[in-house]
């Protein structure tokens, strides 16, 4: 299974490359702009400044848009230390419902993230839900100190019941800073964002459920 990859971006100046060796420089001297991507392996995490994001997407509009988009789910990798999410969001109109937890616990980074559901956007059995955290606590190790009021998406596949597929998990995981904006208009289900990294089978007693 290819490791789950987190893709951050915050901050105030375009950053353009960080060695793992290199401090994290803090909320305020980070880009609004800046994307980072954190490996997780073996329990160790690392950080690389890789590019900058796209601007919203005005007057959306793509087949399948769905009057009730929901999705819900459980994602544990087999690896020792890997990190968990569960997840459960349902969007009407303005109003959302539910949240979503990430949790992983390991030497260099161990963490909990407690989320209420932003947005979540349909298309067909592929999802992206957005959440805010509300609850955040942990020891990060290379990575920015991620607090209350961040913004997280990710992508999720739901293969139904159909043989030889499997449900799946984005490998690309985005963690805005509050001082970003929201990325609910900007990554939609079918972003190359979200392919560029490829995707992880989410196996039992994990699943993926992806509703209209």
Known sequence: MKNLILTIAAGLFILTSCSVDEPIETIQDQSLETMYVLNQMDGSSSLEAVASYGSPIENITYDGVPDLPHTEGYFKPPQ????????????IGNDKSGGAEIKQDALNSSFSFKLVTECVTVDGNE????????????????????KEGWRVYFKVFDAGLGLGSSDQISNTIIFVSPKSMSLCDVYLPNDTIWSDKGYSDVNAPGFVVVSE
């Open 80 to 91: 020792k230390d890997a990190m968990s999410i569960t997840w459960d969001g349902t969007q």
């Open 127 to 146: 999802a992206v839900y957005g959440g805010i955290i509300t609850k955040a606590k942990g020891v990060y190790t290379k990575m920015p100190d991620v």
